[in-house]
T-cell receptor, first 115, second 113 residues
Framework: DSGVTQTPKHLITATGQRVTLRCSPRSGDLSVYWYQQSLDQGLQFLIQYYNGEERAKGNILERFSAQQFPDLHSELNLSSLELGDSALYFC??????????????FGEGSWLTVV | SQKIEQNSEALNIQEGKTATLTCNYTNYSPAYLQWYRQDPGRGPVFLLLIRENEKEKRKERLKVTFDTTLKQSLFHITASQPADSATYLCALAPYNQGGKLIFGQGTELSVKP
């Protein structure tokens, strides 16, 4: 158990809908990361927040947005869902703002299926 | 363009042998490189980190090498066991991009008894 908690574990929704994925980082960790893993694209970095502020951004679609709240939990919002958004979404956390080599701990992921 | 490539084929080896996995990259100058293990349907688990100024790191049965001239990292598991069967991912950390990691596609390792 990494200590990173993600909910929901599984989610099935229709095209055009909007979903919110939630992440609680490890106790004491200030950074939260979101990754998308699909069969054809592998594990892709979406975005990082550090202590409530956006720290780094990947190829995150405009239909996707994220935030980190004062209690350090994070939410990833996915809207106008398309079939191609079906993937495993991982949250990860680390103690610092990253780039130092400190371990990044991954949660167990949220499986999103868009039908 | 920037690329990270791992052994595209699955790797099948016999228990007790050494597994060697390859990670090649182009057009990156990473600050460090990490190796992760991922089991089906689970999150990646960190194994080892090696920095750009290091040639080799070891941890128990694991060894990683890093050649910034060849732009290649090798990951070795010695005395492999069936429990080592999993997908192994390499990940690069670019400079000045926070904690962003760029992952390879992974290599699936199967260790047969």
């Amino acid at each position: 158990d990494s200590g990173v908690t993600q909910t929901p574990k599984h989610l099935i929704t229709a095209t055009g809908q909007r979903v919110t994925l939630r992440c609680s980082p490890r106790s004491g960790d200030l950074s939260v990361y979101w990754y998308q893993q699909s069969l054809d694209q592998g594990l892709q970095f979406l975005i990082q927040y550090y202590n409530g502020e956006e720290r780094a951004k990947g190829n995150i679609l405009e239909r996707f947005s994220a935030q980190q709240f004062p209690d350090l939990h994070s939410e990833l919002n996915l809207s106008s869902l398309e079939l191609g958004d079906s993937a495993l979404y991982f949250c990860a956390s680390s103690v610092d703002q990253g780039g130092t080599g400190n371990t990044i701990y991954f949660g167990e992921g949220s499986w999103l299926t868009v039908v | 363009s920037q690329k990270i490539e791992q052994n595209s084929e699955a790797l099948n080896i016999q228990e007790g042998k050494t597994a060697t996995l390859t990670c090649n990259y182009t057009n990156y100058s990473p600050a460090y490189l990490q190796w992760y293990r991922q089991d089906p349907g689970r999150g990646p688990v960190f194994l080892l980190l090696i920095r750009e100024n290091e040639k080799e790191k070891r941890k128990e049965r694991l060894k990683v090498t890093f050649d910034t001239t060849l732009k290649q990292s090798l990951f070795h598991i010695t005395a492999s066991q069936p429990a080592d069967s999993a997908t192994y991912l390499c990940a690069l950390a670019p400079y000045n991009q926070g904690g962003k990691l760029i992952f390879g596609q992974g290599t699936e390792l199967s260790v047969k008894p």
